[in-house]
C-alpha cells in the first residue's frame, strides 16, 4: 500500500476521536467536553498520547527484533514508517493542543535495565529526528514544556 493512503487513513481514524489502546477513539466531542468539565472545578487537562509513541510503536507494528534489525540496516522502510508514525502523532498533539490541555503525556520505553537496546548513535540518527519534531510542535503550541522521566517518578 502506498505511503500517502497509509497516511491518509491513519488521519481519518484520528478524526474520530482520541485513539485508545485496544478500544475505539474517544469522539472529539465528548473529549473536549471532559476537559472543559475538569477546568471548570479548577482541575489540571491532561491529553494522553498514545502508549507507545514512537519505539514502541514501531516494535508493536514490525516486532521488537525486526525494528532491531531495521535498525542496523537502517532500511528505507524502517524511515518511511517513521515518519508515518510521527504524522501520526503529530496530528494528535495538534488536536490537544486545540483543546488547550495543560498537559500532554507521552509514554514510551526506550532501555533495558541499564542501557538503549542499540547504539546511542542509531538513537541519534534513526529516532531523535521525529522526536524532536514531535516535541518541538508541542513547544510551539504550549507554553510550558517539562520532561520528567518515568524512573524519576517510580523513586518519588
Known amino acids: 500500500m502506498p505511503i ?3 497516511l491518509f487513513l491513519v488521519v481519518a481514524y484520528i478524526e474520530l476521536g482520541l485513539p485508545r489502546e485496544g478500544d475505539y477513539p474517544i469522539p472529539w466531542d465528548i473529549y473536549e467536553n471532559f476537559m472543559n468539565r475538569v477546568k471548570a472545578f479548577g482541575g489540571l487537562t491532561v491529553g494522553l498520547m498514545p502508549h507507545g509513541v ?6 508493536y507494528l ?4 525486526n525494528v532491531l534489525k531495521d535498525m542496523v540496516q ?3 522502510k524502517l524511515f518511511k514508517l ?3 508514525i510521527t504524522e501520526y502523532n503529530l496530528s494528535i498533539i495538534r488536536r490537544l493542543t486545540k483543546l488547550k490541555v495543560d498537559v500532554i503525556s507521552f509514554g514510551d520505553d526506550l532501555g533495558n535495565q541499564d542501557k538503549l537496546p542499540f547504539h546511542p548513535e542509531k538513537f541519534r540518527r ?3 529526528p521525529a522526536y524532536k519534531k514531535m ?6 503550541l504550549v507554553s510550558t514544556l517539562d520532561f520528567i522521566p518515568m524512573d524519576t517518578l517510580l523513586k518519588l
Open 135 to 140: 516535541f518541538s510542535e508541542v513547544k510551539k
Open 54 to 59: 514512537l519505539f514502541l510503536r514501531l516494535a
Open 82 to 84: 517513521i515518519d508515518v
Open 126 to 128: 534513526i529516532l531523535l
Open 4 to 6: 500517502l493512503v497509509i
Open 62 to 65: 514490525r516486532g521488537y527484533l
Open 74 to 76: 537502517e532500511s528505507d
